[in-house]
Antibody
Framework: EVQLVESGGGLVQPGASLKLSCVAS????????MSWVRQTPGKTMEWIGD????????NYAPSLKNRFTISRDNAKSTLYLQMSNVRSEDTATYYC????????????WGQGVMVTVSS | DIQMTQSPASLSASLEEIVTITCQAS??????LAWYQQKPGKSPQLLIY???SLADGVPSRFSGSRSGTQYSLKISRLQVEDIGIYYC?????????FGSGTKLEIK
């Protein structure tokens, strides 16, 4: 059974940094491109970016490229999202999710981790 | 970026009714489109991929279609368990983008 467990969220002040983690199990993590997707309290869905299965390539939403960094540790089956200089508009639930083998679609989702940016 | 214009924003329908939700892509995305259902308090679930292919385990009352750059999700006979928010997502090019969502309720 595929499991994705996100962690590292919480209340953070504007301008701070935060690192989210996602531990994957139930599939061969090192074979899959992975993405981060977030959902705002108003239910807007936004793709943050992705990382190639070997970690050699990353791609980001242009609006987030300068502040967010995606990385992975295949030995630990763990995906990371480093968030810097966070803003109130980064308040959202963050999901990690692998692409399915037949395209950039999301068939498996974790429970998500909430990040609240507020002073 | 490719914009996905989804409508309606909300929809109230009766049980057994046919429901249709649409997404208009701002440019050609071919069949690179998915539909997701998000039940209250849950993570999204993939319903349709490739514009018309049903994901594993999804009831056959759900179907997807395409006409040019307009995409539709149809629920043939609405059931109570179908309430939630529905999203389209284009998978043609990065950045991947989602529609704004359709909140479906039972009348």
């Amino acid at each position: 059974e595929v499991q994705l467990v996100e962690s590292g969220g919480g209340l953070v002040q504007p301008g701070a940094s935060l690192k989210l983690s996602c531990v994957a199990s139930g599939f061969t993590f090192s074979d899959y491109w992975m993405s981060w997707v977030r959902q705002t309290p108003g239910k807007t869905m936004e793709w943050i970016g992705d990382i190639k299965y070997d970690g050699s390539y990353t791609n980001y939403a242009p609006s987030l490229k300068n502040r967010f960094t995606i990385s992975r540790d295949n030995a630990k089956s763990t995906l990371y999202l480093q968030m810097s200089n966070v803003r109130s508009e980064d308040t959202a639930t963050y999901y990690c999710t692998p692409y399915v083998y037949y395209g950039p679609y999301f068939d498996y989702w974790g429970q998500g981790v909430m990040v609240t940016v507020s002073s | 970026d490719i914009q996905m214009t989804q409508s309606p924003a909300s929809l109230s329908a009766s049980l057994e009714e046919i429901v249709t939700i649409t997404c208009q892509a701002s440019q050609d995305i071919g069949n690179w489109l998915a539909w997701y259902q998000q039940k209250p308090g849950k993570s999204p679930q993939l319903l349709i991929y490739g514009a018309t292919s049903l994901a594993d385990g999804v009831p056959s009352r759900f179907s997807g279609s395409r006409s040019g750059t307009q995409y539709s999700l149809k629920i043939s006979r609405l059931q109570v368990e179908d309430i939630g928010i529905y999203y389209c997502q284009q998978a043609s090019s990065a950045p991947l983008t989602f529609g704004s969502g359709t909140k479906l309720e039972i009348k």
